[in-house]
T-cell receptor, first 111, second 113 residues
Framework: NAGVTQTPKFQVLKTGQSMTLQCAQD?????MYWYRQDPGMGLRLIYY???????DKGEVPNGYNVSRLNKREFSLRLESAAPSQTSVYFC??????????FGPGTRLTVT | GQSLEQPSEVTAVEGAIVQINCTYQ??????LSWYQQHDGGAPTFLSY??LDGLEETGRFSSFLSRSDSYGYLLLQELQMKDSASYFC??????????????WGLGTSLAVNP
């Protein structure tokens, strides 16, 4: 039981490049989330998916798109990376109640 | 709007007890959660209070008072490994969708020998 996995762990992009962050969970959770974390800013929700086939914007969705490919996988895409998107990105999934399980994170630097 | 406030930093010594407070402003919520995050790591779930009162899990306890819009995390018998950031979060009933959490900015706890 791997929990929540994310790839890649580290990535450096040049401004304007695109990339997709991958997330998968093997706990059969319905809800999945993408957060970014910047120093002093806590966790900010980018997008979430309450169930397979649905996605909704969070607090900071601009510059990102998501796909809930199936129940296991929830990907985050940066179409044209900007230095302001330098951050640590966490994917999470949730049980029926309250506990969110987080992946190990992707550390993204945009130069 | 919805917001949670917690102290940015707390310092304590090994073996001591420390309390991290969280005050919140929401139109209504389901419960208060606490997460721990070590440097370079991912947040991990510590506790959840749906009802007023104290929940105890080993050395950690969490408390909620809805009437005071206040909760806290209590860490006893502090160990060096407890040095981490601690986040409070609520599931906001008023957001129209109860699947999102609203997060505090985190409290950095330093445990000294």
């Amino acid at each position: 039981n791997a929990g929540v996995t994310q790839t890649p762990k580290f990535q450096v992009l040049k401004t304007g490049q695109s990339m997709t962050l991958q997330c998968a969970q093997d706990m059969n959770h319905n809800s999945m989330y993408w957060y970014r974390q910047d120093p002093g800013m806590g966790l900010r929700l980018i997008y979430y998916s309450a169930s397979e086939g649905t996605t909704d914007k969070g607090e900071v969705p601009n510059g990102y798109n998501v796909s809930r490919l199936n129940k296991r996988e929830f990907s985050l895409r940066l179409e044209s990376a900007a230095p302001s998107q330098t951050s640590v990105y966490f994917c999470a999934s949730r049980t029926g109640e309250n506990e969110q399980y987080f992946g190990p994170g992707t550390r993204l630097t945009v130069t | 709007g919805q917001s949670l406030e917690q102290p940015s930093e707390v310092t304590a010594v090994e073996g001591a007890i420390v309390q991290i407070n969280c005050t919140y402003q929401t139109s209504g919520f389901y419960g208060l959660s606490w997460y721990q995050q070590h440097d370079g790591g991912a947040p991990t779930f510590l506790s959840y209070n749906a009802l007023d009162g104290l929940e105890e899990t080993g050395r950690f306890s969490s408390f909620l008072s809805r009437s005071d819009s206040y909760g806290y995390l209590l860490l006893q018998e502090l160990q060096m490994k407890d040095s981490a950031s601690y986040f409070c979060a609520v599931r906001d009933r008023g957001a129209g969708n109860n699947r999102k959490l609203i997060w505090g900015l985190g409290t950095s706890l330093a445990v000294n020998p």
